[in-house]
């Protein structure tokens, strides 16, 4: 990806992507449910990534934590902002282009939210929907989810393709 020119993500390809996060994520809450590790937000996307996500995805180095995509446009919006897990096109890609622009847009990104307490309940985020809904809108062949772990009287993982 030259300067930053976004490569289309074929449907077959996308829609392939999309069966590897949910098969992931799948195994990821049934881990959470029948054990008892516990861990705030962070804690939750390294171990998505490390222990799921990083036997689907291959070249491992795609896989981002934390990492900046281009913002959506708007009044005093920075060109870039960082979410939770993305999914690169290609190995050790990043956003920025030789100018450093926010240029490159990943295959996928993958918003979290952990919630605790004995009332918590794994609904989904609507500001994060909107937002994914957005950029999805803007960047086509793009893979949004929207991730919710709740640790309440019993644990849940909730998630949904944006």
Not at 10 to 18: A, D, E, S
Not at 70 to 79: C, M, T, V
Request: hydrophobic share 40%.
């Amino acid at each position: 990806m030259e300067g930053g020119r976004r490569e289309e993500v074929p449907y077959k390809q996308r829609m392939g992507l999309q069966a590897q996060i949910e098969k992931t994520l799948k195994g990821f809450s049934l881990f959470l449910k029948q054990g008892s590790w516990r861990g705030k937000e962070n804690d939750c996307v390294n171990l998505f990534a490390h222990k799921f996500l990083a036997k689907r995805i291959r070249p491992v180095d795609r896989i981002g934590i934390e990492v900046a995509v281009p913002q959506l446009s708007g009044k005093r919006r920075k060109q870039a902002v960082r979410k939770d897990l993305v999914i690169w096109n290609h190995g050790g890609q990043t956003t920025w282009d030789r100018s450093w622009k926010a240029k490159a847009v990943p295959q996928a990104i993958l918003e979290w939210k952990v919630k605790r307490g004995a009332s918590a309940k794994a609904a989904i985020s609507a500001r994060d929907r909107a937002w994914l809904a957005g950029f999805k809108r803007k960047h086509r062949g793009f893979v949004g989810v929207c991730v919710t772990v709740a640790y309440g009287k019993k644990t849940e993982v909730n998630w949904e393709f944006v």
